[in-house]
């Protein structure tokens, strides 16, 4: 499901030499996709290949500066081992005529794949010592680059991790933005943010200028995730020895519904004769407020057997799900106050903590291979 995939490239005088300005360093002209994490570990499907691969790169940083979107391409030649991100030189942008000035040999490129079989974009976040010390610094201590191997994968709980430690210097708050393919699991995230509701105060936080393309590939992340944990949903049925003719799919026919599953006799209720179901997923831990539509809202409030099955920590092998009660009585109160609310005005939806409901059952999904 996850078409992302993180690597930490720790730049040689050779890699440099892709921007212009330190084209001195070397002759090589290109940044070294090392193979053992490019091909091994991402995409073994071009092992034999010598196609050119043409896809959008865009550049973060070094510092606080906004996106650089260019297009380039990755390539391998015949007897090369590595594939390289190759193309036209990197220039300084017009606006920023010394963007690029600062790299030396040992600063970092975080480099993000998107893409499935093989790359169809690259995020690349340049850490630069001279002007990001303090993230320069987190990465050489917490990051170990095994003999002279540069490139490294990095997993996105590991990438997550240093990023909300360096988030504490306003420099970098932008950054987190950036990579929210890898930290919002629905459209409302990505277009919003997430809720905080604990806070009391205001949050000022300064948010990364997204361009189209970045926009779009959120949301079809965002996507993707919801879809995957509805297909992990019906796995997790199957498991539990929910006889396949006892419930449908609805949302795999009807996107707009306002459930996803319709489920006879369900089996850890039994005597409940029909439940509507609908599947909220995240990538992250089971508390991630999630959201629910004015329909879903509508809808819940009618029916007292509507549930949320929430699957959370959706890993390699396996996912947990826990099913939620107190939906519909919830839903009943909401209504309610909505029903004050200014002619003309319309809520789409809302956002609700998983923690103020029951639980009904807590189980594992076992991931099946492909």
């Known amino acids: 499901m996850n078409s992302l995939r993180t690597a930490i490239k720790k730049l040689t005088q050779s890699d440099l030499s892709f921007f212009k300005v330190h084209l001195k360093l070397s002759k090589q002209k290109a940044i070294n996709l090392n193979s053992n994490i490019f091909i091994d570990s991402y ?23 906004k996106p650089h979107d260019l297009s380039r391409k990755i390539l391998r030649s015949p007897g090369s081992k590595n594939w390289r991100l190759n193309g036209e030189f990197i220039y300084n942008p017009e606006d920023d005529l010394s963007r690029y000035d600062s790299l030396s040999p040992g600063d970092y490129a975080i480099l993000i794949f998107d893409g499935a079989e093989r790359p169809t974009a690259i995020t690349m976040i340049l850490v630069s010592k001279n002007e990001d010390l303090d993230f320069h610094l987190l990465i050489s201590n917490e990051v170990r680059f095994i003999s002279k191997n540069t490139m490294i994968d990095i997993s996105q709980q590991e990438l997550l991790k240093l990023l909300v430690i360096i988030s504490s210097s306003t420099q970098y708050t932008n950054i987190l933005d950036y990579i929210n393919p890898l930290n919002n699991d629905t459209v409302e995230d990505v277009l919003y943010g997430r809720n905080q509701f604990q806070s ?24 993707e995730t919801g879809r995957y944990g509805e297909e992990l949903f019906r796995t997790w049925l199957i498991q539990q020895d929910q006889p396949e003719e006892s419930f449908q799919w609805i949302s795999n026919d009807s996107a707009r519904s306002s459930y996803d599953y319709e489920i006879s006799c369900p089996f850890w209720i039994p005597s409940l004769e029909k439940v509507y179901l609908d599947v909220k997923t995240t990538k ?22 509507y549930r949320i099955a929430r699957v959370f920590n959706l890993g ?45 059952i807590d189980s594992v999904i076992q991931i099946l291979s492909q």
């Open 43 to 65: 995409f073994p499907g071009l092992t034999n290949s010598f196609d050119s691969i043409h896809l959008p790169l865009e550049i973060v940083g070094p510092g606080d500066r």
């Open 200 to 223: 009391e105060q205001p949050i000022r936080r300064k948010f990364a200028s997204l361009t189209h393309n970045q926009l779009q590939r959120q949301m079809q992340v965002a996507q």
């Open 284 to 305: 992250g831990d089971f508390n991630q407020p999630f959201h629910m539509s004015f329909s879903e809202v509508k809808f819940a409030a009618s029916y007292r057997s």
């Open 316 to 360: 390699d092998i396996s996912a947990q799900v826990c099913i939620l009660n107190g939906i519909s009585e919830l839903s009943e109160k909401l209504l309610r106050n909505f029903s004050d609310l200014p002619e003309m005005v319309a809520i789409d939806s809302i956002s609700l903590v998983p923690s103020q409901f029951n639980i009904e």
